[in-house]
């Protein structure tokens, strides 16, 4: 490790970092703008110049840009230095000539990194005397807010948006001083991870347009650790409240996870807690057939009755977390309790759970993912399911260019250099898919084929792969299985063939290849084929492996010494052989949970139906789970027809709640706890960020409650959250590490305190209510957690998953990150949040693969349904988001223009989709051509509001037949916020245009 | 005469373009002739090394070195290039469009010998889009030498090949910074490149990539049919061959000569240019170009080269040199140029992006009379903290500061009268 002297003093640093990413590690404060942890260096706002000596006699020294100046054993250098310091100062000074002075009306106020920096170089007085320039903002649509005046150009926001996560629609403009970062004009950011400008921003041009709406101020937030229930990735997140308001969602950061960054979904789709069709009240359906609030005592006493009278069936959620899940279980015992997919999904959850515990290979973290330098996607559109990782998948096909710079010597971090260096060189990615992707710009070949189609070339992979292995002895592959796999019956193309050539051997060539597949083709197969592949490849690393028998129980054990920081994985030489890495996307936050808690063979909503039908079933309870998006609406229909009470705990109103016959209002993620699971198999907490209102409570608390009133002998001595949390992980083995997921209630930081959900500066504590009482109410007690409502206590040294907000001495923003950073971009002081929970025993890898499927055969006027994604719409609470709301598009049916011809449609007109076998009209729905679609296929809109008919009633893989609807009213607007450039003004509604005002 | 003036030997008094034939007739491609038949790449890099010439770009960086740094053989195998600069925009320069259109297989024939030398593949001649004409005659040359074998496959039947085109600038100044040229030419935003890497090893879609100005590369041809001795023989002090020197301003005859590299300024300036036009004195010169500092009637009897100028506190920059006279105020000159510097910014750092604006509205705060006398205190600030090298991402600024820096030397006490007085005193006198 090179040792350095910074004013005096020497220090030790890590070889290859430079100047800044050393110093900011090493606790020194020191000011820059254009370097991102997680983007590198470019040298261009030269705002963290010090001074470098040549030796101990240089006296005079000369200055140099830290963040472009690699440590060096024995490198001397002034922070504090004059020259230095006068640099810097002038270099705000000169930014500051054209930054408006409008910190009391900035969104950024209070958390701006330029606010920060500004006071740490010590700039005050002006002395320029001319005018400021000016710029005309842009509306970018509904979640980012433009005011392009506030712009220091430090290039961060197109680093970000086109280097980093792809776009193509921002870019820097024009020259000199008038450089505008922005689109060619007015109109919605195109790429699904716009919203992280908003974090990348060192000051107020790119902030959070839903937050504007009704504003507060970073040190206004009273904020807890949180998670994302958007996907199944489980992003950590931070949510920040005011006034009972969920106010935003701002990344918490976790290096195996999500790193820097989030998803759109993730970032503007939490706002449905706010939502005015939240349940506040227990409602008891009275004779007329109204809900009538009744309290929560009397709630609570009919839902114990209930639960008394036994017949009872519980139906869980893939969307509610770990605990109450169990509960329900427990309440209704597990032969009567369903977790809540629905039928089509239920086996390929199970298959997916199933398929990782299998194989020997690596289930990998998103930063796996990033590391990996081959892969292959698998019918999965992870753009749209699980969003995170397709910008991790970005990332992954830059590997190479770091192989290439290391050969020219250069550092990961010098960003320009590495990607003048490799320019368009990528590491092979290939994706196999109903249709076009988001990542199809940075793939190697992409094919568009039905699911059997892409299991087959996922199986034709996976043949080769085995003969290529057999004929080299010499490889390290422990593959037991006769490397003569039976082919298909069907020869296949030969074009296809070829691909599967060019696939097995660039597979073959990786040292981390990744396969990538999941539920979201809605085919077994696929997700069997991607299985196989790694199979074929063997097991991952020996180094790997052997620890622990591949339980990677313990969260932050060898996969963070193995990529300590970004830099480090990135160029990866793993001598010790091919690490495969299996990534299984399955489709909601605790889908995986789910499947852990119930095992195979856990009743489906079919089975609970037949036996509802029979009259087993007298009282069913739903937690938060809308069962007509889980079917069809005859099937859903005809199980809570024959049940006589009908109980549903949820938050949103919708149809399932709507047929209860008594409903119990929940807290959301926001004013709950729990335990989620991701698809890597990591448990994960979220905390409350604020009480819930009125009469919610956690589904945990009432299920509890009601264990409780019917005195279940399980649930005696059980009181806080935690003690539901052991109770969970004693029953269930393959749950057993969910308590490591976060520390219990009793946890004390520094040995004394709670951590803090409020920063020191909360203000309005005594006055935030007083227009009700002007008695200050007494903060509080969070009897659950080791969180505090209060701004005393100390957010400091704590456990990662304890990370309410992030902020330190002179670093309002987020930039504070790096002090709560082992290193700049490592993982956290107090270690990394979450649990890994998926025990491997690599049992599959011995057993002959699965046989590949018959060839798909379309058929003339039949078509085959398959699922089509998207990240706004798709999934059901963000869609109740306003901000994402004015992003949906209606239920839409993709087909080919050939196919559009035939039917003699156009884009925008109706189309019926009717049951091959029955005949049977399943929904009407507006059509949308799209070319890239697989032959025979139609692809329908996943879980969008349907435009007519119940979306719900298509599954993936059903034979159907089209035809042109009629009558049809087309939608006048086209696509979503089309009528953004027309206006600009404000509006709290969420289908009437979007916008703020727009400054001039 | 052809030997003492190699560069313009084909130029015609009336400025025709020389055509292949009379290239030809007047001994042209003989070095190419001389080098694909007898030299390796390693001999001609040798020649050029030993020839002491130097970049005539402005920076006058050894050329030979320069190649040198090409990773040669098997070690990068794929494509190299060779690339013209010949986005000529330096204020007051006008050299190369002189050498461009009066004889465009110079700077061919230089050009197919440099990619020889280097052994690159493809290159680009990359022209400012004002210089049309030349652009056309360049078009017209390569397609001359791409019918006769001069370029193209296999050429003058020897292995080498290479691929030559014509690219016209969109137009910024910073384009004729070689990186920001790279990144032009690859359709990305002209601003320049951070270094190391340097464009030898990871230039042009990131391959080894040579930029070289126009008129160096026109010296190549000569160099290798007459060697290195006969090169570093033409000129009159240290460094060699001859160089194209140019004036502009008040003086009876402005315009662009071949001389010996190091001739006097004084006989520049008052034979060629035959001395200042009839009731102006000299009150200054940038003697390289806008970008470089100003030098007075005291430095008239140095020689033009690059170590003397240097010696002097300016640079030879383009070798061109622009006059200030007695008519013309200081601070409206500085100030003009300012004002280009400022707006010719990529924006891409903050000293030069946000700096020289700044500088050009002080400068204009003074020159129209509203300037205060701290203004002079903020501009010496300005010139130390914009004016270093390695302050900012490239040498634009602080090539922007040289003229205020040199002219806050020379010309302070007229910097002090715009204040004093509240006008200028140039305006006032009706003069410009």
Known sequence: MPVIRIDGQDYEVKEGDNLLQACLGLGLDLPYFCWHPAMGSIGACRQCAVVQYQNAEDQRGRLVMSCMTPVSDGAIFSLAGDKAATFRQAIIESLMTNHPHDCPVCAEGGECHLQDMTVMVGHRDRHYRGLKRTHRNQNLGPLIQHEMNRCIACYRCTRYYRDYAGGTDLAAMAAHNHVYFGRHEDGVLESEFAGNLVEVCPTGVFTDKPLQQEYTRKWDLQSAPSLCTGCAVGCNTLAGERYGKLKRIHNRYNSEVNGYFLCDRGRFGASFVNHKQRLDWAGRRSANGRFDAIDSDQALQHLAAACQRGGLAGIGSPRASVEANFLLRTLVGADNYSPGFSAAEQPLVELALSLQQQTRALIPSIKQIESADAVFILGEDVTNTAPRIALALRQSVRNIAYTMAAQLRLLPWQDAAVRNLAQEQRNPLFIAALADTRLDDVAAATLHLAPADIARLGHAVAARIRTARAHSPATLSPNKVSPNKVPPNEVMDEALQQQADTIASALLDAKRPLLLSGTGCGSAAVMAAAADIAAALGSPAAATVTKGNVNNSDSDSDSDAENSSTTASKVDSDAAGPAVMLCLAVPEANSLGQALLTGPSAPTLEALTVRAVGGEIQTLLVLENDLYRRGPAADIERLLQHVAEIIVIDSLDNPTLSASTLALPAASFAESEGTLVSMEGRAQRHFPVFLPAKERRASWQWLLACLQAISHPRTTDLQHFDDVTNACASDIAALANITKAAPDHLFRNAGLAKVPRQPHRYSGRTAMGANVSVHEPKQAADEDSALAFSMEGVNQFQPGALLPFVWAPGWNSNQSLHKFQTEVGGPLKGGTAGAKLLQQTGAADDHAAPLSPSAFKPVTGQWLLVPRYKIFGSEELSAHSPAIAQLLLPAYLEITAADAERLQVDEGDGVQVMDSASGATLATLEVRINDTMADGCAGYSVGHSAHQGSIFNLVAGTGVALQKADPWQRRTQSAPGADLIATDSPTNSNTAAPGGPNHV | ?432
């Open chain 2, 1 to 432: 005469m052809s030997l003492d003036r190699p560069l313009t030997r084909n130029v015609r008094p009336d400025r025709t373009p020389t055509d292949l034939a009379a290239y030809e007739a007047n001994g042209g491609y003989q070095g190419l002739r001389r080098a694909l038949g007898k030299l390796v790449p390693a001999e001609c890099l040798q020649i050029i090394k030993d020839s002491n010439l130097r970049g005539r770009g402005g920076a006058g960086f050894p050329t030979g070195m320069k190649w040198s740094f090409v990773p040669m053989e098997n070690a990068s195998p794929g494509h190299k290039y060779l690339v013209c600069n010949a986005d000529e925009m330096e204020p007051g320069t006008f050299k190369d469009r002189l050498l461009l259109e009066c004889d465009p297989h110079q700077l061919i024939e230089g050009m197919i010998l440099a990619a020889y030398t280097i052994q690159a593949d493809i290159a680009y001649i990359f022209i400012r889009a004002e210089y049309h004409l030349a652009a056309q005659l360049l078009r017209e040359a390569i397609a001359a030498c791409n019918a006769k074998g001069y370029l193209g496959e296999n050429i003058l039947g020897s292995d080498y090949s290479l691929t030559m085109h014509v690219h016209t600038s969109a137009g910024r100044y910073i384009c004729g910074e070689e990186t920001a040229l790279i990144n032009s030419l690859e359709g990305k935003r002209a601003t320049p490149r951070a270094k190391p890497p340097f464009p030898q090893v990871s230039g042009l879609w990131g391959r080894p990539t040579i930029v070289n100005n126009v008129e160096t590369l026109c010296n190549i041809p000569h160099i290798i049919e007459r060697g290195a001795d006969w090169f570093q023989a033409l000129g009159l002090t240290a460094d060699a061959g001859t160089k194209m020197y140019g004036v502009s301003g008040r003086v009876k005859n402005p315009g662009c000569w071949e001389l010996p590299m190091g001739t006097p300024i004084r006989e520049i300036l008052m034979e060629y240019a035959g001395g200042m036009e009839d009731g102006y004195q000299l009150r200054g010169f940038l003697p390289g170009g806008g970008s470089t500092d100003f030098l007075t009637p005291e430095h008239l009897d140095l020689a033009m080269d690059y170590d003397t100028i240097g010696k002097a506190g300016s640079r030879m920059g383009t070798g061109t040199m622009i006059i200030l006279d007695d008519k013309t105020c200081p601070v409206g000159f500085v100030t003009n140029l300012m004002e280009f510097f400022a707006r010719e910014s990529c924006g891409f750092c903050t000293p030069c992006r946000d700096g020289l604006p700044w500088s050009a509205q002080v400068l204009n705060d003074i020159e129209q009379g509203r300037g205060l006398p701290e203004d002079l205190h903020t501009l010496a600030r300005q010139v130390t903290f914009i004016g270093a090298i390695g302050n900012t991402h490239c040498a634009l600024a602080p090539g922007a500061m040289e003229p205020l820096a040199s002219g806050l030397k020379y010309f302070r006490e007229d910097f002090e009268r715009h204040i004093s007085g509240g006008h200028c005193p140039w305006c006032d006198g009706g003069v410009n």
